[in-house]
């Protein structure tokens, strides 16, 4: 069955991370908003589907995916739910607690790195938060990202050329996406910080290296980075 996914169709965002893995696995999947109008797409029709998929259970907010009767919500959710099933997860209990908890993190990361564009309220413009912004952004450089891309970097040091063992897991990939949005987004903090991380810039790279991943990276399905999303570039957030 062709999974649905249902997510603003302009930006990567928290969906990109879903994506990835479904194109990791080489799953059947439609990127729904991302359709014409005429054929469904569009984001007044995900905020239809938002209201109406799932009833009572329904998403509080976009990504969610369906899967026949399924409606499942949350990036990390969706994640738990694909791995298994797509050889992105160990087949342990030990391994897949593992992974999840590797994206919770990086989950938080994500609106760590949300926050420092805004800061004060969802509902504002960057524009009118910029002062709370840039104190917001000075620490995420200094302290915030050194501090998530280090554990990682800890996580790394057993030797496996995976975070979780043998075999890349939908954890690998989110951590390929954190680095190449805060790469886009703070340059030259990554740049100055980049040396101390080697094991996380060379997982970086495996995952680029992935065949699907890599064709996936080089197709029209890969929104570019840009200002609407998650990760945003404002050069004064990133001093040189």
Request: aromatic share 10%; no cysteine; glycine share 10%.
């Amino acid at each position: 069955m062709t999974y649905q996914l249902h997510y603003w169709p302009g930006i990567q965002g928290r969906g990109e991370f879903v994506r990835l893995a479904l194109e990791a696995a080489g799953a059947d999947y439609v990127d729904v908003a991302r359709a014409a109008e005429e054929l469904g797409g569009g984001e007044d029709a995900l905020m239809d589907d938002l209201a109406e998929l799932g009833g009572p259970r329904a998403a509080f907010a976009p990504p969610f995916l369906v899967d026949g009767d399924l409606v499942i919500g949350q990036t990390a959710n969706i994640l738990l739910y694909l791995g298994p099933r797509h050889d992105l997860a160990p087949a342990a209990e030990s391994g897949r607690l593992w992974v999840n908890q590797l994206q919770l993190t990086i989950a938080d990361l994500v609106a760590e790195a949300h926050d420092t564009h805004h800061p004060v309220g969802m509902g504002l413009y960057y524009e009118d938060q910029k002062d709370e912004a840039a104190r917001r952004s000075e620490e995420f450089r200094q302290q915030r990202i050194p501090k998530f891309m280090g554990w990682f970097e800890r996580a790394l040091e057993g030797g496996d050329a995976w975070l979780a063992g043998g075999a890349a897991s939908y954890a690998d990939l989110s951590l390929f996406q954190a680095v190449e949005g805060l790469r886009y987004a703070f340059p030259h903090a990554m740049a100055r910080l980049e040396p101390d991380i080697p094991r996380v810039v060379a997982l970086r790279d495996r995952v680029a290296d992935l065949p699907r991943i890599a064709a996936y990276l080089a197709s029209e399905r890969r929104i570019p980075f840009n200002e609407m999303g998650v990760f945003r570039r404002y050069p004064e957030l990133d001093p040189a």
